[in-house]
C-alpha cells in the first residue's frame, strides 16, 4: 500500500467532539500517527452521540478513524509523565479545550516552546484566547449565531436559521490541519515549531464572503434572502411540476444560453436583464416570476436534462438516501466500509482531499476506549511494571 503524505508525522491528539476531532481525522486520512488521549473510564463526549449500537457512537466512529486510542488522567503526576514523554516523540499536539487549561496542568505554550522547541501546537477555541470574549465557551450554534452567518440564513419572513450541518467546526476543522501544514512546512526550512489558534467564530466570520463588502462598500446591512444569492441572478431555488431544483447562472453567457433553451431568446437582450448587475436589481419581482413561471412547467427530471444538454449548472435536491446511493459518490469513493469491533460493518463518509501521488485512505476503524494503551506505552519504552505502576497511579 502507498504510503500517505503525512507518513512519519506523529500527532498527539487531545481533541473532544467535532472541529479538533475532525481536524486530526484529515491527518489520519493522509498518512499521520494519530495518538487519541482521552478521559479515563468515559472517554470523551462525542463518544455518547447517537446513533449508538452495541454502546459505541456512530458519530465518534467517523471522526475517529484512522487513530490509535490512550487512556490518559492528566491530574495524574504519572499520567503527566506519560503525556511528557509522549510530547518528546511529537511533532504535533492539537486541543480544543477552553483557553487556559493546559497551562493549568503544566503544559502551556510558554513550556512547550521552551522542552519541545520543534512541536507545532495547534489549538481551536470558540472565541480565540484573546479579545474580550476569549473566555466564553462555544459550540458550533453558538460560533454561528455570533460569527454572522445565522442573520444572513433563511427566509425574510421567518426567523433566522442556523446552517444544517456543524459548519463552524468544520471549517475550523479544516482551517486548523491547513495550518499545521503551514507549520510544519515552516519549520522543515527553520527547525522550529510554532502555536496555530483558530476560533470558530473567526472561521465562520472568513465564510461570509460577499456580506462583508456589501456592509464596508455600500454601507448595507445583509439581510435573509432565502435560497436566492443576494449578488448573481437567476441563482435561486425553484418549484417545478413535482419538486424542487436549483439553477446557477453566474455569467452572461450562460443567461443567453438559459434564455434560448427556455424559448425566449429575447430577454438575453432585455435592458432589465442585459448584465449579472441588471439582473440582480430586477430580480424581485419581474425575473423571478419569470423563472417561476417557467419552472413550473417543467419536472425535475425535464429541467435537469434541458440543463445538463445545454452545459448550464442545475441540480435536483438530493436527500441523504439518495447521494449516498448515488452512483458518483461511489465512484469517488465517498462513501467507504470499516469493520468496527461492535458497530460491526458500517458506512462512513471517505477521504475528500484526493491526492493522486499519495492518496489518503480509511484503513482502521475508530479506537475502542484506551485501546492502544499497552502498544503506546511499549512504543515509549515502558515496561510491564511500569504499566502496572500506571494503572495503580490512576494514570489510565
Given at each position: 500500500m502507498t504510503k500517505g503524505a503525512l507518513d512519519g508525522i506523529k500527532v498527539v491528539d487531545m481533541t473532544h467532539v467535532y472541529n479538533g476531532p475532525f481536524c486530526t481525522m484529515h491527518l489520519a486520512d493522509h498518512g499521520a500517527d494519530v495518538i487519541k488521549i482521552e478521559p479515563p473510564g468515559r472517554g470523551e463526549q462525542s463518544r455518547y452521540f447517537p446513533p449508538l449500537k452495541n454502546g459505541e457512537s456512530g458519530y465518534y466512529a467517523f471522526l475517529n478513524r484512522n487513530k490509535k486510542g490512550m487512556e490518559l488522567n492528566l491530574r495524574s503526576e504519572k499520567g503527566k509523565e506519560i503525556f511528557a514523554k509522549l510530547l518528546e516523540t511529537a511533532d504535533v499536539l492539537v486541543e480544543n479545550f477552553r483557553p487556559g487549561t493546559l497551562e493549568r496542568l503544566g503544559f502551556g505554550w510558554d513550556v512547550l516552546k521552551e522542552k519541545y522547541p520543534r512541536l507545532v501546537y495547534a489549538q481551536a477555541t470558540g472565541f480565540g484566547t484573546y479579545g474580550p470574549l476569549a473566555s466564553r465557551p462555544a459550540y458550533d450554534i453558538i460560533a454561528q449565531s455570533m460569527g454572522g452567518i445565522v442573520s444572513i440564513t433563511g427566509f425574510p419572513d421567518a426567523p433566522p436559521t442556523k446552517v444544517g450541518p456543524s459548519v463552524a467546526d468544520t471549517f475550523t476543522g479544516t482551517y486548523m490541519a491547513?495550518?499545521?501544514?503551514?507549520?510544519?512546512?515552516?519549520?522543515?526550512?527553520?527547525?522550529?515549531?510554532?502555536?496555530?489558534?483558530?476560533?470558530?467564530?473567526?472561521?465562520?466570520?472568513?465564510?461570509?464572503?460577499?456580506?462583508?463588502?456589501?456592509?464596508?462598500?455600500?454601507?448595507?446591512?445583509?439581510?435573509?434572502?432565502?435560497?436566492?444569492?443576494?449578488?448573481?441572478?437567476?441563482?435561486?431555488?425553484?418549484?417545478?411540476?413535482?419538486?424542487?431544483?436549483?439553477?446557477?447562472?453566474?455569467?452572461?453567457?450562460?443567461?443567453?444560453?438559459?434564455?434560448?433553451?427556455?424559448?425566449?431568446?429575447?430577454?438575453?437582450?432585455?435592458?432589465?436583464?442585459?448584465?449579472?448587475?441588471?439582473?440582480?436589481?430586477?430580480?424581485?419581482?419581474?425575473?423571478?416570476?419569470?423563472?417561476?413561471?417557467?419552472?413550473?412547467?417543467?419536472?425535475?427530471?425535464?429541467?435537469?436534462?434541458?440543463?445538463?444538454?445545454?452545459?448550464?449548472?442545475?441540480?435536483?435536491?438530493?436527500?441523504?438516501?439518495?447521494?449516498?446511493?448515488?452512483?458518483?459518490?461511489?465512484?469517488?469513493?465517498?462513501?467507504?466500509?470499516?469493520?468496527?469491533?461492535?458497530?460491526?460493518?458500517?458506512?462512513?463518509?471517505?477521504?475528500?482531499?484526493?491526492?493522486?501521488?499519495?492518496?489518503?485512505?480509511?484503513?482502521?476503524?475508530?479506537?475502542?476506549?484506551?485501546?492502544?494503551?499497552?502498544?503506546?506505552?511499549?512504543?515509549?519504552?515502558?515496561?510491564?511494571?511500569?504499566?502496572?505502576?500506571?494503572?495503580?497511579?490512576?494514570?489510565?
Open positions: 491547513l495550518g499545521i501544514m503551514m507549520a510544519l512546512h515552516s519549520r522543515s526550512k527553520t527547525g522550529k515549531g510554532q502555536r496555530i489558534e483558530v476560533s470558530m467564530q473567526d472561521a465562520i466570520f472568513s465564510t461570509l464572503e460577499n456580506a462583508i463588502v456589501t456592509y464596508t462598500i455600500d454601507g448595507k446591512v445583509p439581510e435573509r434572502v432565502g435560497n436566492a444569492d443576494p449578488a448573481i441572478a437567476p441563482f435561486d431555488m425553484y418549484t417545478c411540476s413535482d419538486g424542487y431544483f436549483f439553477l446557477g447562472v453566474g455569467t452572461d453567457a450562460l443567461w443567453s444560453r438559459l434564455c434560448d433553451v427556455m424559448g425566449q431568446p429575447g430577454l438575453a437582450e432585455d435592458p432589465r436583464f442585459a448584465s449579472n448587475n441588471d439582473r440582480v436589481n430586477n430580480y424581485i419581482p419581474e425575473l423571478k416570476s419569470i423563472m417561476d413561471d417557467w419552472a413550473a412547467t417543467k419536472s425535475v427530471k425535464e429541467l435537469e436534462s434541458l440543463l445538463e444538454e445545454a452545459g448550464i449548472p442545475g441540480a435536483p435536491i438530493l436527500n441523504v438516501d439518495d447521494v449516498v446511493n448515488h452512483p458518483h459518490t461511489a465512484a469517488r469513493e465517498m462513501i467507504v466500509e470499516v469493520e468496527h469491533p461492535k458497530l460491526g460493518n458500517i458506512k462512513i463518509q471517505g477521504v475528500p482531499i484526493k491526492l493522486h501521488g499519495t492518496p489518503g485512505s480509511v484503513r482502521t476503524a475508530a479506537p475502542l476506549l484506551g485501546e492502544h494503551n499497552e502498544e503506546i506505552l511499549k512504543d515509549l519504552g515502558y515496561s510491564d511494571e511500569d504499566m502496572k505502576a500506571f494503572r495503580d497511579d490512576g494514570a489510565f
